[in-house]
Each structure stands twice: as structure tokens, then as C-alpha cells.
């Protein structure tokens, strides 16, 4: 790893760490005095930014940009991402100046708070959720167990980004607890479908992208736009999935049940600004995609993200988001070729990132081979799918535009027992 | 028919009017010196009801009760559709009492607005969007359609209410253009997808449920709280829907890009109260649901609703609501058995309302079998699916509690070519 370069800052803050100013993600916090609104982190604190936007606009006077006090009061980052991609890179370069330039220092201090005093809410009241399929590992593995008798892959993976829609109304934010669904599942020998709490809870270690900006309806959005207007941020997300569930009621019109229970992502939304030095081409595309979902290099790339999956403290598996075929900017440019419209609060996910090698596997259906081989956890006991107690943590990291580690927000959650009523 | 009975109104209106004082739909509307705000149709007016409501808050002293004024004033029934079911009826009996009392009249007289002078908005910012499949005789079809080689209804369709999550975001008004989506299209024989304008675009004759009231996540909601406090009411609801894009993407995760490019709803919505003469028993379900899907007669109902889809000004199909296999309880009752939360302006569609005559098929793809068979309008042209300039017009209707004809709000769109860029 490259050493570390972070711009100096006033602020007292080791020069490695994940926070820096070449970090600075977005998220929505509140105090014991003060409700939910918009804050940067940086190191160890909470940036109230609003506040600090209403100093700069009342002190040095910056009267023609975009009105990010305003946007930054509101209790999610939906009227921020709807200011645009321009608003963005300002903000971006006025916070990094504010952190770094001993002029802002004092001004600047008391609106610093630590973690430990706030509460993390749900960063974006997320319009419409879809999730994609973009590993090729992912769905080739699921292929395998569920479509024993097919070809792993469906005939148009290759041609397309698959995805579905999700339920947006229980997207929660990390530390949430999840309650174990109950439904209906069904064994192929079953003579008929039983009804009780999953047998077979599992995440899916995803990274969700948080769109900006609005479309008109019937105007696709072209690749080149999609990356460089309307992708703002990354989470990470963990697409709860209740695998028997799933498997009875998926054809013919997908998941659903299976996956509507609830969908974790971090608290901290770090830019795609930020990701600038992690970009990379994607692995190669055959056969070519349609013209539509062609795009410069700038436009279609892969992201070398690494991510730990972590189950009741044991690390269980590290996948690599570089492995995944198909780019971001494809995924919303196919998501609206149709003439959909996005909306800021737009919400999308990879699909389960997992790679060749068994232990870059993104899910416990994959890690464990639809629960034939335990995984075994540091304190002994051993796991296929998820138990009531258990907790799991994804975390993820990437090199910064400074040469830095910069860590991804994590995003954690805790399973409760199934609902007895 | 049995003759009518309108409560006496103050209004002259005639004995027999399908918008009567047993009607009472909620929309959204503006004026042109006023922005859009809730009203409520009566004849050939409407009633703007947030002003009515703040004479009888200020003259009667209604102080007690849901603060209706102040949920009415919004561009969105979402405010009402949160105050609950006992506001709802509060409201609903008040409404009444103000249109039926002469002492009223002179009062509330200049709170009604000409149709001809209103703009008619979408009636409910949709939180999430969620299809079902509810007929059997629909499910079978298009099973015998796409899946030749297959048994026409899948094992699980007997057993749960199939539904998936559409795209919230392009739920749109009655009278707005869609335009012809475009896509990747391959035939079985196709060696490659090709990308151009959908070939096979088709509607889908539903009828849409809007929910009221929110739930907590991880806690079901039952059936009969589905049928007595969620169920707010309908609209005729248009899934719009591109059959040659659906058949190439829907395997494994279902409909996408065939769908979301735009789904109608009337403007108005009626509420389940005044549709409480035209419940009737469902079709006999065998074999029984699971328990957590089954009510008393009060919870688990149909209704005798009777649609006309006009293509063209042809009426070409008269599907009946009455032969839906699930009813609506149980379709909310499903959807949240996970523990999946709902929100006020959820909204979720029937599926498509097909019977067993062909004359009652709600979808072009179903009165043409596939195409095979075109379908004669009145102009002497034959018709398969969509052509550009088309439009299409959903009608629907019951018997009100009064024992009079209670027309719902018509759902219309017409189609605009495709986009070039």
C-alpha cells in the first residue's frame, strides 16, 4: 500500500486514517438536542455541516452557489442529491478547504461532535430500490442450487444487467435489528407448503449505489450521464434473504417475501468522488453489449473495493467488488432505457458480490452450498445459515485519492427471533 | 337494476348520478389560481374540502376530531390516508352530513369547482408499488402463453397470493402519454437480442388498492386489520406492459424493464366504504389457504365490480372484478406476513382481471393470444397489441350502497412513439 498523503488538517487526526479528509461521507445524525440532519464524518466526528454551511454563507459571503445550508438541514440526503452533481463537487471542495485551511479552524470546531454522541439514521429516504445480479459467480453459484438441472447461467445474464425491484419502505439503517420472517416454504418433496419462521435466513454482501438527480419520464439515461450526473455515493448493503421462503415463491415473477423483510446499508454514504483512485476496468465483456450499454472508460468501471464479511466476530469470507461484470453506470443506464425515470433517494444494489474462490463468496447459500458445508466461526460452533442472536458485519475498504485506506461505513445487523403472534 | 336512491342532496343533482352523495372519491386537483390540494367529486363538481372543513373547524368547532384541514391542504392524500381509518370515516360521515343538510348549502356552495376548471393530479405519492396476480384465469393464460411445455398455473399459485414490487416512481395519472418504451427483444429463435421500440405493447386492466395507515417493521399485518383498518380504497390501475422485453428478462428475478416504464391510475379514488353493497364471497379456494390467509366473511370478501377496457373507443373486453381468486385482505396480509412494514400510500394492483369467456380478458396479449388473433375495433382496423396513437381508456363500475349506479374514476393513456435518441 502506498504511504499515506492526507492533505494536512488542522484538525488532530493521524495521517492514516480512514476518515481523512479524502474520505468525507455524507450521512444523517442527531444529538440529544438537536434532531436529524445532515453530517460529514471526519475522523472520529460528526461534521454538523449545516451549521457550518450558515457560517460560510453569512461570513464569507457565498451567496451565489447552491443553498447547501438549506439542503444540509433537512433529516435525509434527498434535497442534497437533488441540488445535482455540480452542488456536489462544490460542497466537496468547500469542506475540504473548511478542514484543512487553519483560517476555518475556529470557526469551524464547535460544530464538531463525537460519534459517541449522536445517532445514525437512515441516510435517504430511498425512492424506488432495485437490485441487480451483476456477479457473474453470484448467479452462476445460485443457478447451480437452485436450477440444478439448467445451465447455471440464464441465456440473457450476459446481455444484460438482471435486477427487480425491492421494497424501499424497509430499507433500515445499519445497527437495526432484523426479526426473523416467518412464511411459507416448501421442500421439493414436501407434499405441501408449511408456515413458520425461515429455516434458511442469509444476507448477500452488496454495495448499494445512491443516485442524485431527477429524469424526465420517457427520457432514458445514457451510461455517460449515469456516471457522471447521477451516481453519487456508495453504502454497503446487506440483502437479507430468507432462502426457503424464496425458493417457493420466486416463479414466475421473482423474489419477493423472500427478501421484503428488510435491507440494511451503512450509515455513512461515501462519495463516488472519493472513489476516484479505486476505479478499474471491468473484467472483459463477451459478448459485447448492446450499443446502450456502451461507455468510455470514464464512464463503464469496475470499482476495486474489497469487503469483509463478518459473522458473530469470525471474518467468514472477502469479497472483491472488482470481480462483478457489469458497471454501475450500465445498471442505471439499463434501469431507465425503457423510459423510466429516477428520482433523487434512488437506491440501487449490486447484486451479491462473490468471486471464483470459495472464500470470496458473498453469501451463506454460497459459503455453505445450500447448508452442506458448515462454516465454522472462532469460537467453535459452526454455521450454514443464520441463527436467532447471531450478528453480522460487513465492512469495506479502498484506496483513497491520497494513497490512504479509506473505509467504507460499516453496516451491521443483529437477528431477533421470529415474531410468535 | 334496483332503482336509485341518492340521499336527497342540496346539490341538483340528478337521482341517478354515478358521482352521488353514495360515491364520494378522494383526488387531488388545482385550480388555476390555487396549487393542487385534496377534493372530493360530487356530480360534476368538486368539492374542494380542505376550505369546507375549515368553515366547520371555525364555525361548528369541530376541535376534537383528526384535523382534517390541515391533511387536506396537502398535494397528496398521504396525510389523510395517515390519520386512520376512524378519521376516515369521521370524515366520510361529515361529508355527507355537509352535502346532504340544506344548512350547509349556502356555506359550502362556493367550495364546489367545476370538472372543466380542475387539473386532476396523481391522487397518492406512492410509497411502494406491489402487483399481484390474483386470477386464475389471467395466471393460466399467460402460463399457457409463455411457458407452453409447463403445467399453466405454477404449484405455488394456489397457495399464496404471487405479487412482486413495481417501480413507484412512474406510477402516473389517468390522461398521461406514455411513450413506447424500448429494450432488448429476442424471440426463441432470435440468436442474439436486438435493442429497438417494444413490439408487443400491451395494458393490464387492474383494479389498485390504496393503503392507509402505517405498520411497524417485523410485525404482520393480519387479515382482518388488512380489511378494516388498511384498505382504503380503489382505482382503476392500467400496468402498462411491453410483453416482448418482459418474456427476455424475466427469468429468474421477473418483470423489470416490461413494466416499469409507466403504470396509470384513475384520478380518483373510491373508498372501500362505498363499496360495501358490492361484496360478495370469494370464488371457493381449494385448497385452503394457510392459516395466517384466511378471515371471516367481513374480512375475506370480492367485490362484484364490473370493468370495460375501450381500445380506441371500442369496448373490447368487459373483465369482472368478481372472479378474482384472492382477495384483497389477503393480498395485504401476505404481503406483510414477513413482517415487512406498510406505509400510508402504499399502493398495490389485483393483476390483471381475466375470466374465463374471452370477452373478459383484461390484456391485449390475452384477447389476441399472443397476436394469433387479431382483435376487430369498431373503425373496421384490426389491432394485435399497441400501436402508436392508440389510446386506451379503463372504465369500471358497481352498485353503490344506495342501490345506484357508482361509476370509479376512469383510467386513460394514450401512446407516444418511441424516443429516437
Known amino acids: ?35 436529524p440532519r445532515v453530517g460529514v464524518r471526519i475522523g472520529d466526528d460528526v461534521l454538523d455541516v449545516s451549521e457550518v454551511a450558515r457560517i460560510g454563507r453569512d461570513a464569507v459571503g457565498v451567496g451565489d452557489g447552491p443553498d447547501l445550508t438549506a439542503a444540509w438541514e433537512q433529516p435525509s440526503l434527498n434535497a442534497f442529491l437533488e441540488l445535482g452533481h455540480d452542488a456536489w463537487a462544490v460542497a466537496r471542495s468547500w469542506l475540504v478547504e473548511v478542514l484543512t485551511d487553519a483560517a476555518h479552524a475556529e470557526r469551524t470546531r464547535p460544530h464538531l461532535v463525537p460519534l459517541d454522541d449522536v445517532t445514525m439514521h437512515l441516510p435517504v429516504e430511498v425512492a424506488d430500490y432495485v437490485d441487480f445480479y451483476a456477479s457473474e459467480h453470484h448467479a452462476s453459484n445460485v443457478g447451480r ?12 445474464w450476459k446481455h444484460l444487467p438482471i435486477g427487480y425491484h425491492g421494497r424501499s419502505g424497509t430499507v433500515v439503517v445499519s445497527g437495526t435489528d432484523l426479526v426473523r420472517p416467518r412464511g411459507q416454504r416448501k421442500g421439493p418433496t414436501d407434499p405441501a407448503p408449511t408456515f413458520g419462521p425461515s429455516r434458511k435466513l ?13 429524469s424526465t419520464l420517457g427520457e432514458p439515461v445514457p451510461v455517460g450521464r449515469a456516471a457522471r450526473e447521477h451516481l453519487f455515493g456508495v453504502v454497503l448493503l446487506n440483502d437479507w434473504s430468507a432462502r426457503d421462503i424464496q ?20 450509515a455513512w454514504v461515501t462519495p463516488l468522488a472519493a472513489l476516484a483512485a479505486a476505479r478499474v476496468p471491468l473484467p472483459a465483456q463477451d459478448p459485447e453489449p448492446l450499443p446502450y450499454l456502451r461507455g468510455a472508460d470514464d464512464e463503464v468501471f469496475g470499482l ?62 454460497e459459503l455453505s452450498w445450500n447448508g452442506t458445508e458448515p462454516v465454522r466461526l472462532d469460537d467453535g460452533s459452526e454455521r450454514t ?27 451491521s445487523g443483529t437477528i431477533r427471533p421470529a415474531a410468535t403472534a
Request: proline share 7%; glycine share 14%; aromatic share 10%.
Open 385 to 411: 445459515f443464520l441463527e436467532d442472536g447471531d450478528t453480522v458485519v460487513l465492512r469495506g475498504w479502498a484506496t483513497g485519492t491520497d494513497g490512504g485506506r479509506l473505509e467504507l461505513g460499516e453496516v
Open 247 to 266: 425458493a417457493w415463491e420466486y416463479v414466475p415473477l421473482g423474489p419477493f417475501l423472500g427478501k421484503s423483510f428488510g435491507t440494511s446499508i451503512s
Open 1 to 35: 500500500m502506498p504511504s499515506s498523503t492526507h492533505a494536512a488538517s488542522w484538525l488532530d487526526l493521524p495521517a492514516d486514517h480512514p476518515f481523512g479528509v479524502a474520505h468525507l461521507p455524507y450521512g444523517v445524525f442527531s444529538t440529544a438536542d438537536h434532531g
Open 145 to 156: 442450487i437452485f436450477r440444478p438441472d439448467s445451465e447455471p447461467l440464464t441465456p440473457n
Open 304 to 365: 476495486d473495493l474489497h469487503l469483509e464479511v463478518v459473522w458473530n466476530g469470525t471474518v467468514v469470507a472477502r469479497p472483491e467488488y472488482r470481480d462483478l461484470y457489469w458497471s454501475p453506470a450500465q445498471m442505471l443506464a439499463h434501469l431507465s432505457v425503457n423510459g423510466a425515470s429516477i428520482r433523487s433517494g434512488d437506491l440501487f444494489g449490486s447484486g451479491t458480490i462473490s468471486g471464483q474462490a470459495k472464500e470470496t463468496r458473498g453469501s451463506f447459500l
Open 202 to 214: 442469509d444476507i448477500e454482501a452488496e454495495l448499494g449505489f445512491v443516485v442524485g438527480g431527477s
